[in-house]
């Protein structure tokens, strides 16, 4: 019973341990996640010789002017509305397109034919209109002309009946009133003349006129169609009615999409080619929100590309944005770029240089002097004792220089040659790299070990467990046999105490041989 319970107790002891080892949290894994930047870890000890040695290079931190240009990276874009979509105004099939993906087109030059049943309808509806009012006309001129003509006969006969009575009166051989008579009739076939002409020419010319309302219309839409003057001219002169549409460029640009091929049967809806004038671009950019203050709409910007090393392209800055990203703390802007050799593409990475007007302080650090690990950046201040990690926070870049936004302050000492030999002697001093941890680290990794009790580690919990178990039960079975064999009686007791049975003739039930028994007499009676 008593080496039970050891084994009960060794178990449920080495129990708790195991399980308290598996929940126990890592060193290091907790810090203060609130500490973005300052002082982190173990100060750094150096002496002369080792400074000497690692070439160490102390300066104080100071506060420099500003560049009077502020310059971010960059790319190149097409400016939306310089972009236009070309459709085809009817549906049809596709018998030819005429140019090619970067070809450079000008306003009304032809981007591919297609055959339209529905412009062969329309243009069969204008031919057949207009021979229909031809037809009139030439017969409405025919029966004009002949009036007017009799007008003309009757007027030459009035005139000559006219001279032969002048003449006869003349010579008192005919009389005054065949004269007059001769002569109202001729003025009465001259009115008729008049009057047959005026009536030919009003009724040509609302033939003319009915002509022109009905077939203007149709070779409005024809020409709306995309059919030019000399085409519809033509086909009319000719009554060709099979004619092809086609479909030309709105504006002068690039092509910079073509969704069209010989063959396809398209509709109004289809877009078909994209024209860009790339004469002007966009340079679009992100810039700090400590930089706001010093940029403003309309100033100067020039633009560099890899493309064209050595070749700069001018414009100016055309919008500011009007929030700030929160992640990235910036704000977008953009500049128009003159493009008139199309050398810009769209997509290019670039360079933005804003020409600013106002000066600015900040400091600066060369890129060496910053130690940056798992997104987080370190700088070496030198204290008393030696060098201490200082957590920073960087900006923008100036060439070789790094904006310092927090994490130091003017006047300290910072290393700025070295750093790295001193962040390689923090490993080997610390041991660990908690000072290269993110800020949030610690509590993610609480999560996680807090998450874990019923994962992983509560998997291990169960195999220590079971490991305690069996060495329990080990111990506990070593311990019963000790005791019972401390508890066993030696050989020499228990071999006399077997001899006195035998002798007496006692059976086991009877009095020990050390116990005094009755004494039996000679006759079987026992004395007294």
Known sequence: MAAATVGIALLLGFAQC??????AEPVGARFDSSEEVGPTGQIIPMSVIGKA?????VQEVQKKMLPLELTTPGKIEPIPTHEYS???PVSGRVSSVMVNLGDKVSAGEVLLELESPELNKLAAQIVQSRQDIEAQIAEKKTSLDDDVNECEARIKLAQETYSRDAALFADQIGSQKNAQTS??????AKAQLKAATARRDIVLSALRVRENLVVRPLRQQLHMLGSSDADIER???HGDTVTMVPVRSARSGVITAINASAGQSIDPT???FSVSDLTKVWATANIYESDVSRIGVNQ??????AAYEGKTFYGTLSFIGDRVDAQTRTLPVRAQIANADLKLKPDMYADLSIQIDIPGLAVLLPEQAIIERNGHNLAFVKVQAGFQPTRVKVGRSFGDLLEVSSGLNPGQPVVVHGAFQLAAEMLKIGGDSAQFQQATEGD????EIDKSNSGPASAVSIQLVAVALAIAFVLGFVISAVVWRMRKPNVGETQFKASGRVEGHESAAGPAPDEPGPTIAPGGREKK
């Open 53 to 57: 040695a690692v070439g160490l290079e």
């Open 235 to 237: 086909m009319l002169q």
């Open 444 to 447: 993610h990794e609480k999560g």
């Open 86 to 88: 070309q459709h085809s």
């Open 270 to 272: 289809v877009k078909l």
């Open 183 to 188: 002569l109202a009739t001729l003025n009465v």
């Open 300 to 305: 100067k910007v020039s633009v560099h590309v």
């Open 18 to 23: 195991t399980t308290a080892a598996a929940q």
